[in-house]
């Protein structure tokens, strides 16, 4: 359980200092006064990313040359930004690796953002599986790093006058090698997800919901996959298929959801497959804390009861909302309320 919050020129916070002693801990102000900035800290300690910009050094406060997020549970974390990168603490000793880092302390966002997963760009649903997978299996961390410098290598002799085709099939049986792996544990994800979905979809009363993953080649022959591709390689000078132009569908009723659900329920599935994430994360790494941005908001009663059940199943959670009569009652009356009235207030 998170005891203690330190922000330093994070977002709009100069100085932060917050102290928790409860398993339910509501956030609650008008909007643009920080609510979510706090949110995404602990989202940062925990996976060194942000859940709302991939440049996370936006987050430092402008005109500053650095941000720091510290926290502590039964360790304590430290998050320095800087234009230099980021350093990574734990226990105040320098973690370098993020692989070593990631899966200490472990969180759950659910966030309005996270509509992006039924109508987001491609990219966005290759950093929600790369991100989570991440948090599960440290290999993975690995082997994306590996597959990204091995992209390039193929890249750039695809671009080269004169090309190497001995070296380009070298490292095309390697590049081959580290996407079978990606491949698999997206595929081993995705497959977690949706065996955890029917029984949250039947509690929360959602049509019948289902991921999809596309691959961009034939997974039972990956080499070969980019043999075909091959001369298409070479006249647009880049690599046309793998984990990098990957994607999933999200299938409602056998539908595609980007296509036609609706806005709300749009908003039911992204939260039902956060809800399914949890479930893995518990699993494997324990119970994470979950954080929660203004999502109830925009729920029926029926559906606000549902998720009001798995979430006082949780270890310790947080709530932002503009108003605590938007929570529900069996939470409110086990909650701390923090107000945040103005900037830094």
């Keep these: 359980m998170i005891k203690s919050l330190k922000l330093t020129d994070f977002r709009l916070f100069e100085k932060l200092n917050l102290e928790f002693n409860n398993s339910f801990v509501i956030l609650s102000g008008k909007n643009a006064t920080g609510k979510t ?7 940062i300690a925990s996976t060194t990313k942000s859940h709302r910009t991939v440049d996370i050094l936006e ?28 350093s990574l603490f734990i226990n105040d000793k320098e973690i370098k690796k993020s692989g070593e880092y990631i899966g200490n302390l472990n969180v759950c966002m659910i966030a309005p953002s996270d509509i992006s997963l039924v109508n987001g760009a491609k990219l966005d649903k290759r950093r929600f ?43 095309t049986d390697d590049l081959a090698s ?14 977690d997800i949706n065996s955890n979905l029917d029984e949250i979809c039947e509690k929360m009363k959602i049509e019948h919901i289902e991921l999809k993953y596309e691959p961009t080649y034939n ?27 990957d ?31 949890k479930k893995i994360i518990t699993l494997k790494n324990g119970e994470p804390v979950l954080l ?18 798995y979430v006082k ?13 938007e929570v529900p009652d069996d939470i409110l009356k086990n909650a701390v309320v923090i107000r945040i009235e103005k900037e830094n207030k």
């Excluded at 900035?37 to 989202?43: D, K």
């Excluded at 005109?63 to 502590?72: R, V």
């Excluded at 580290?178 to 497959?191: A, D």
Aim: aromatic share 8%; charged share 30%; net charge positive.
């Design 247 to 277: 994607s999933f569908k999200i299938l409602i009723n056998n539908l595609d959801a980007s296509q036609f659900a609706s806005e709300g329920q749009s908003r039911i599935i992204y939260i039902a497959i956060k809800l399914a994430l």
């Design 129 to 171: 599986l790369d991100l989570n997978i991440s948090i599960l299996d440290k290999r993975y961390i690995n082997e994306s790093a590996k597959y990204k410098k091995l992209l390039n290598e193929r890249n750039s002799i695809l671009k080269s006058e004169s090309k190497d085709m001995v070296m380009l099939s070298i490292i």
């Design 37 to 43: 900035s706090i949110l995404e800290a602990i989202h």
């Design 59 to 86: 987050t430092i406060r402008f005109n500053q040359e650095f941000s720091k997020i510290e926290i502590e549970d039964e360790k304590k974390y430290k998050v320095v930004l800087s234009k230099k990168g980021k």
């Design 313 to 325: 199943e949780s270890k310790q959670v947080f709530i932002t909302t503009t108003s605590v009569l």
């Design 292 to 309: 929660l941005d203004d999502i109830f908001q925009a729920l029926d009663k029926s559906r606000i009861k549902a998720l009001t059940e």
């Design 178 to 191: 580290s996407l079978k792996y990606i491949y698999e544990s997206r595929i081993k994800l995705i497959n």
């Design 219 to 245: 997974v039972n022959d990956i080499r070969k996959s980019f043999d075909l591709k091959l001369e298409s390689d070479l006249f647009y000078k880049a690599t046309q298929i793998g984990s990098h132009r």
